[in-house]
């Protein structure tokens, strides 16, 4: 009898036995849409790519507060997020919020985005954390004015993207939040949000979105970092209406081929903080020089304003604390205020090494910086 007990005791123990966040979207509310080509054909556009990075992501709040304070930033045709980024893309894409980000990145502690599971929720839940907290604050931020806002910029054609990971199948989903919010379904402010949500969980340490389909089909949404740490698509440029388009990319991280600050001490939990922030800035380092290749091939300019190899990065990207986000701030907006700070696309590829070795009949003896002498 204590047995038969048993399971059903540490499941309620646990709190629940999935996802406490779950959204139905229908297929037409989750397609993407192309931004369309303004009736001036001389008029410069613009698309602004707002990366992953955690705790990092307060340089980028500072960096779109500085750049607003400036006066020069422009109106964006294209807004695309993923993970903090995502939660900056609604801000930057109607051009508002300073007072806003500068209080969410200089004051937030993680027990304000984050609450911690019961001990026995990850044996039988989806992860450590649930982002309850986090939920409360957007629906107080994102209410009906500000998705009036975006559905409004939505019909004229301009365009705000946000990237999931699909846990399920694997896969990368990209959706067009401007379509959520102009659909005019009674629960756009809860679909809008999730999606947000579901773009910042960090797998197996936030518990991912379900989100369901209207043919009953279910699959669970994390971190859009996770494939990707930028949402980019060639056809996000519109190349084919012949106007001159800059891409600008926010990074927040360090873009650098090799990391700009020591290790901790050589123990387990600071060498896997190491062992994944430097996994998290390689990649993005990868995927900005990749985006900044395939922008210059369809025409477009490049600009790009990432955290400067002087300033530290978060020790922990997912430990949100004050102190250091308070620091990454400061920059992103010292330099978002100063337009000789964002870097050219000559800048980005002068600032990749040379192959680690060439091509020859013999591996190279030695793996270094400077590309093997040919035999």
Not at 72 to 95: W, Y
Request: a negative charge.
């Amino acid at each position: 009898m204590a047995r038969g007990l048993l399971l059903p005791l540490l499941l309620l123990l646990a709190g629940c036995v999935g996802p406490r966040i779950h959204v139905v979207l229908d297929p037409p509310a989750a397609e993407s849409t192309l931004p369309a080509c303004p009736i001036d054909r001389d008029a410069q556009r613009n698309v602004l790519l707002l990366s992953g990075g955690g705790a990092d992501g307060a340089f980028g709040g500072g960096a779109l507060s500085g750049w607003g304070a400036s006066g020069t930033r422009p109106e964006f045709d294209v807004v695309t997020g993923v993970s903090t980024g995502a939660l900056q893309a609604t801000f930057a894409f109607l051009g508002s919020g300073e007072d806003l980000l500068r209080h969410v990145y200089t004051r937030t502690h993680s027990h304000d985005v984050l609450k911690r599971n019961n001990v026995l929720a990850p044996l039988f839940g989806a992860g450590l954390y649930r982002l309850t907290p986090l939920q409360q604050l957007l629906e107080t931020l994102i209410d009906d004015a500000v998705l009036d806002e975006v559905a409004d910029a939505h019909r004229k054609g301009r365009r705000l993207y946000v990237a999931t990971t699909d846990l399920t199948y694997g896969r990368s989903v990209q959706w067009d939040l401007g379509a959520i919010a102009a659909s005019g379904h009674p629960d756009r402010q809860a679909r809008y949000i999730a999606i947000l949500l579901a773009s910042s969980a960090a797998p197996g340490l936030i518990e991912p979105v379900l989100v369901q389909r209207d043919d009953g089909r279910a699959t669970f949404h994390a971190d859009g970092a996770t494939k990707a740490p930028l949402l980019f698509e060639r056809s996000m440029l519109r190349d084919d209406c012949g106007q001159p388009t800059t891409v600008w990319i926010i990074a927040n991280g360090h873009v650098s081929a090799e990391a700009v600050t020591e290790s901790e001490r050589a123990r387990t939990l600071p060498l896997m903080r190491r062992g994944v922030t430097q996994m998290v800035r390689h990649f993005l380092y990868a995927t900005v020089t990749t985006v900044a290749y395939r922008s210059r091939e369809a025409g477009a300019d490049v600009r790009l304003l990432a955290i400067p190899d002087s300033t530290p990065e978060a020790l922990d990207p997912f430990a949100f604390v004050p102190e250091e986000m308070r620091a990454l701030y400061a920059t992103g907006f010292q330099l978002g205020a100063d337009p000789a700070a964002w870097r050219r696309f000559e800048d980005i590829i002068e600032a990749t090494p040379a192959p680690p070795y060439r091509a020859t009949n013999r591996p190279c003896p030695q793996i270094t910086r400077e590309a093997c002498a040919s035999p």
